[in-house]
């Protein structure tokens, strides 16, 4: 139960009718799919994003589209969604996979096979390949698979979420005399997708064959004595939410992994088949899994780009890729002292990817090794799984410091990792809890406590991100390191609060969700607009990675209705209609999509004589302001302000070469310089970063 109830804003209503959430995060979607799209993109990088596309939109359908599917069989309104909306995203989404594989066919294949790399169907495989293919697949395929023949005794079988498997119309009766006419052929996981001819057959260049080519191809070598029909590869994508009812379970731990042994067999919501599946075998299977006919999308190729990455992986060729990004060590610490010493000194700042989250893991190392460190409280949100953050703590525990670790069971797809983390650290003696009942806890922080004298004095860190060292090379974020006593007590304090049933104490510095945060941006944001009518300086720039929150959309529409100048630098949703003639006319929304995935939250709002910046663990969503434990913290230092100012909002900005533009209509469009080089906020900072240039200067 929560400890305290949290205040609720007066709501502000502009009036104006907000755009479709779904609809905007499809939107995204399409700007990702343009660096796919872009011949300047190296053409393993433009194959990557095609799979990340692919990627997104089945989280997509794993999410959100229970809640249309749920309208459509209801045929009635369920709060925002209805059977027309149902159709609607369904058909966007749609629209989406059939440019993926156009560009897959039309542009990608010819341009890879330029370059010597083919993937060959079984129509194009000489004599010697089609050898080695049936030699694989009687070796390395077969023996894994089971044809299951449809009848009263063989029910269809449960089908995983996201799995490849194929559906067979036979002819003929089998061994028992049944004239069982339909087959499923479950492929299993353990099988590579993608899979290299050896350069003694693949003739000039790299060949591949893809494994539903080599199913496909020797389909009749699983039904010997029947004769094979019509055929197709299919792939279903199910609701992945897991469901657990926190108030009613005794152990959340145990009740999550049991609901993992389930997720794969979720209610279906998409059915993918090849583009020559005929009616009645995509009919049948729709009936199998209770779809309607808009829930059917037929691929001009694999069901599943996503497995085609493993290609890039076969490919050993650095003009075909991004060239490789070395981060500097973070140019505030100094690898050879202390970072206690330097962080008393004044707050740190490590930008990443541009710095190296190294520095992060240096500040855990530090305070593991340092015999004057009593106590090491983490958050754990998305580790990955990379060890190095939990080997750390787990050394710090064998040196008897007391651990404590705030792990979150419910990080969605990433419930199993965490888990055994959790089960790892408590084995050793670390305090693991799992947060508050209801709630997400999705603040990043650490905090040390050191014995300095007959002082005990706390050094924190907080983030925007993970503590995950992988995705800290791909995703921009920021990393605070300080030991401002305010900042550090309000830490401590929230994490007393999530480890035992006290009452939330006052923050001093922090602000924190469900509590307060989304009511103090809302007395930002008013503020800023009361500055407007007043005629003093009046601006906000927001950067995050979602805007869906009514009631912060809302204050900003009327905060810029009275004059405040407003940039929200938004990555994925917004449903602000921006740039409306009289309406919203002072709001602008652009969207960066990058070589790093966008990530950071900082928040800037000037209201007259007052400047503030605060950076954040939570995007501007209903989620993370009512139903996640969330931070945002202030940035008081001067240089650090200007450097997030410069490096964080003005650059992405300026940003001419990655940046869209939100229109009136609710349209983006790519930004277009014209008269100069197009400018890339990310490659600015990479070469402002880059180790060979720091030491040139």
């Known amino acids: 139960m929560l400890t305290q109830n949290p205040p609720t804003p007066t709501p502000l209503h502009s009036g104006i009718e907000l755009l479709d959430r779904d609809g905007s995060i499809l939107a995204f979607n399409e700007r990702v799919l343009d660096w796919a799209r872009r011949p300047e993109v190296p053409l393993l990088e433009r194959l990557r994003y095609l799979c990340i596309v692919s990627s997104n939109l089945d989280e997509f359908f794993e999410v959100r589209a229970d809640l249309h599917m749920a309208a459509y069989r209801l045929q009635e309104f369920k709060g925002a969604y209805n059977v027309d909306t149902f159709k609607a995203v369904y058909q966007d989404a749609r629209n989406l996979v059939n440019e993926q594989y156009k560009l897959y066919n039309d542009v990608l294949l010819p341009s890879l096979e330029k370059e010597g790399i083919r993937i060959l169907s079984h129509g194009s495989r000489n004599a010697a390949q089609k050898k080695w293919v049936q030699a694989y697949f009687r070796r390395e395929v077969k023996p894994l698979l089971v044809p299951?023949?449809?009848?009263?005794?063989?029910?269809?079988?449960?089908?995983?979420?996201?799995?490849?498997?194929?559906?067979?119309?036979?002819?003929?009766?089998?061994?028992?005399?049944?004239?069982?006419?339909?087959?499923?052929?479950?492929?299993?996981?353990?099988?590579?997708?993608?899979?290299?001819?050896?350069?003694k057959i693949a003739g000039k260049g790299k060949a591949f064959v893809l494994l539903s080519s080599v199913i496909r191809a020797h389909l009749n070598d699983l039904f010997p004595g029947r004769v094979v029909g019509q055929f197709s590869q299919f792939r279903v994508?199910?609701?992945?939410?897991?469901?657990?009812?926190?108030?009613?379970?005794?152990?959340?731990?145990?009740?999550?992994?049991?609901?993992?042994?389930?997720?794969?067999?979720?209610?279906a919501l998409r059915l993918e088949v090849s583009d020559s599946c005929t009616e009645h075998l995509s009919g049948f299977l729709l009936n199998q899994f209770s779809l309607p006919d808009t829930a059917l999308f037929r691929a001009a190729g694999p069901v599943n780009l996503?497995?085609?990455?493993?290609?890039?992986?076969?490919?050993?060729?650095?003009?075909?890729?991004?060239?490789?990004?070395?981060?500097?060590?973070?140019?505030?610490?100094n690898q050879s002292s202390s970072i206690f010493a330097r962080i008393q000194q004044g707050d740190v700042l490590v930008h990443q990817p541009f710095e190296s989250f190294?520095?992060?893991?240096?500040?855990?190392?530090?305070?593991?090794?340092?015999?004057?460190?009593?106590?090491?409280?983490?958050?754990?949100?998305?580790?990955?799984?990379?060890?190095?953050?939990?080997?750390?703590?787990?050394?710090?525990?064998?040196?008897?410091?007391?651990?404590?670790?705030?792990?979150?069971?419910?990080?969605?797809?990433d419930e199993e990792a965490n888990i055994n983390w959790a089960e790892q650290l408590e084995s050793i003696g670390a305090q693991v809890v799992y947060g508050v009942v209801g709630l997400k806890t999705h603040a990043k922080m650490l905090l040390v406590t050191r014995r300095e004298g007959r002082l005990l004095k706390r050094y924190g860190h907080l983030s925007t991100g993970n503590y995950n060292p992988r995705t800290a090379k791909l995703y921009t974020d920021l990393s605070y390191l300080t030991c401002d006593p305010r900042?550090?007590?309000?830490?401590e304090t929230l994490f007393v609060h999530l480890?035992?049933?006290?009452?939330?104490?006052?923050?001093?510095?922090?602000?924190?969700?469900?509590?307060?945060?989304?009511?103090?941006?809302?007395?930002?944001?008013?503020?800023?607009?009361?500055?407007?009518?007043?005629?003093?300086?009046?601006r906000i720039v927001a950067k995050m990675n979602s805007l869906t929150d009514p009631v912060l959309i809302h204050a900003l529409i009327v905060a810029g209705q009275k004059g405040a100048q407003i940039d929200l630098i938004v990555r994925g949703a917004c449903m602000l209609p921006a740039g409306i003639p009289g309406k919203t006319d002072n709001i602008r929304v652009r969207s960066i999509i990058g070589r790093f995935l966008e990530h950071s939250r900082v928040f800037f709002f000037e209201a007259g004589a007052d400047q503030d910046i605060y950076l954040s663990s939570a995007d501007w969503m209903t989620r993370n302001m009512t139903r996640?434990?969330?931070?945002?913290?202030?940035?008081?230092?001067?240089?650090?302000?200007?450097?997030?100012?410069?490096?964080?909002?003005?650059?992405?900005l300026h940003d001419t070469r990655n940046a869209w533009t939100l229109s009136a209509d609710g349209k983006y469009r790519r930004v277009e310089k014209q008269g100069h080089k197009p400018q890339s906020a990310q490659a600015l900072l990479m070469q402002k970063y880059s180790p060979a240039i720091r030491k040139a200067k």
Not at 245 to 258: G, I, Q, S, W, Y
Not at 319 to 327: A, G, N, R
Not at 386 to 396: G, K, V
């Open 148 to 199: 299951v023949g449809l009848d009263p005794a063989h029910p269809f079988p449960q089908v995983a979420n996201k799995s490849l498997n194929f559906i067979v119309q036979l002819s003929g009766k089998d061994a028992f005399g049944r004239s069982n006419d339909i087959a499923i052929v479950k492929v299993p996981r353990v099988l590579p997708r993608v899979i290299p001819l050896p350069d």
């Open 237 to 267: 994508t199910r609701n992945s939410d897991l469901s657990v009812d926190e108030e009613e379970v005794e152990n959340l731990r145990t009740a999550l992994r049991k609901g993992l042994q389930h997720r794969q067999f979720g209610q």
């Open 306 to 333: 996503v497995r085609l990455s493993q290609l890039i992986d076969w490919v050993d060729d650095p003009q075909l890729v991004f060239p490789p990004y070395q981060s500097s060590f973070p140019k505030q610490l």
């Open 358 to 413: 190294d520095g992060v893991l240096a500040f855990l190392k530090e305070a593991v090794e340092d015999p004057n460190v009593l106590a090491i409280k983490q958050t754990i949100y998305r580790t990955g799984s990379d060890p190095a953050m939990i080997n750390l703590l787990r050394e710090a525990v064998r040196r008897g410091k007391e651990v404590t670790a705030v792990v979150e069971l419910k990080a969605r797809f």
């Open 487 to 491: 900042m550090t007590a309000d830490m």
């Open 499 to 538: 480890a035992s049933p006290s009452r939330m104490g006052r923050m001093s510095k922090l602000w924190t969700a469900p509590f307060q945060l989304q009511h103090k941006l809302t007395e930002k944001i008013e503020a800023v607009g009361e500055a407007a009518a007043k005629g003093l300086p009046a």
């Open 628 to 652: 996640r434990v969330e931070l945002a913290w202030p940035v008081l230092d001067l240089p650090l302000r200007q450097r997030i100012v410069d490096e964080c909002l003005l650059a992405y």
